[in-house]
């Protein structure tokens, strides 16, 4: 019997790129670098990701999360996070009012409760009995802003405004495996008791850790109808980049905003990282950028392209 000699041809394996850190926004460097040393360190991943979620929740100058957040149109700083591990374990609070740290919050629902989201006052209730202190997230300079507003009272989300928005950070650790996050204080001026993507598995972050990890940033409202999240890691099992993914995910929600009341102030962005440490990010608008940290190039900055710019 004849030998079949041809050759079978093998994929490139490709090497996987790890550990690496990704966030949205400017605010995302200092999140990066401590989430970085608590990797380097030895510390869990999710851990880390706390730890550098905390610092934008902490700092009153990052006006869209945590303490110094812009509030409601009543007046109140209302808080939304989550944190995902590899297993597919997730946490989360939505609503929530007088907490510094959400993101905290969030990982002890994951860690110690049978549920996946915690919302408003339960959310907080459950914060109380963790340990947590009850302040006060209003400074003075968003409480100016806030009355301010009040003199017309007009509601229309601005997103990209001093480059601030929701920090969605994504990570590859050393062993392989994907973790993420997200925490803001949501859109400014809203109605009380908004919620946007940011806490929604699926929606604001979704990942998967046998293929990749996505989050979103801008309009809630839009990425929300689009499981937009859920939908670029979906793209990127079919073989899809990170880039790709994301791209096609905007397109979509462009092709189903175009001729929707939100259009004239739509922004969505997607940050993508896969299981080879390959990372991107895309948005409907120009303005939206990103921090990524690896061993390669250490903590910078880079802009995503954008389908169009702001004057279209």
């Known amino acids: 019997m004849a030998q079949n000699t041809e050759e079978v041809k093998k994929e490139p394996v490709k090497k996987v790129k790890k550990p690496v850190v990704i966030s949205t926004w400017n605010h995302g460097l200092p999140a990066n670098a401590e989430t970085w040393k608590q990797l380097k360190a030895g510390k869990p991943a999710l851990d880390a990701i706390e730890a550098g979620m905390k610092i934008p929740e902490a700092d009153p100058n990052v006006r869209s999360v945590g303490y110094g957040g812009y509030p409601d149109r009543e007046g109140k700083v209302t808080l939304d996070a989550c944190i995902m591990d590899h297993n597919s374990n997730c946490g989360s609070v939505s609503f929530l009012q007088g907490i510094m740290h959400p993101i905290s919050v969030a990982k002890r ?15 907080l209730q459950f914060a109380l009995s963790e340990g947590f202190k009850e302040e006060n997230l209003l400074t003075p300079e968003s409480e100016k802003d806030w009355k301010k507003w009040l003199e017309e009272s007009k509601y229309k989300p601005v997103i990209n405004i001093e480059n601030h928005d929701t920090i969605s950070m994504l990570m590859i650790d ?34 998967d850790n046998e293929v990749g990890a996505a989050a979103a940033t801008g309009l809630g409202e839009a990425v929300i109808r689009t499981a ?73 900055m880079e802009d995503a392209k954008f389908k169009m710019s702001w004057d279209k």
């Open 109 to 123: 629902v994951l860690e110690n409760t049978p549920h996946v989201m915690l919302s408003g006052q339960g959310a």
């Open 174 to 207: 050393e062993d392989g495996n994907l973790s993420g996050g997200c925490t803001t204080s949501g859109a400014a001026w809203k109605m009380h008791g908004r919620v946007g993507d940011s806490p929604i598995i699926g929606a604001g972050l979704f990942l």
């Open 228 to 300: 937009g999240s859920a939908m670029v890691v979906e793209l990127m099992r079919q073989g899809k980049s990170p880039f790709e993914a994301c791209k096609e995910i905007t397109e979509r929600i462009y092709n189903k905003h175009k001729n929707h009341k939100d259009m004239e102030y739509l922004q969505v962005g997607f940050i993508a990282l896969n299981k080879n440490g390959e990372h991107a990010g895309y948005s409907l608008r120009s303005g939206f950028n990103y921090a990524i940290c690896d061993d390669e190039k250490g903590n910078r």
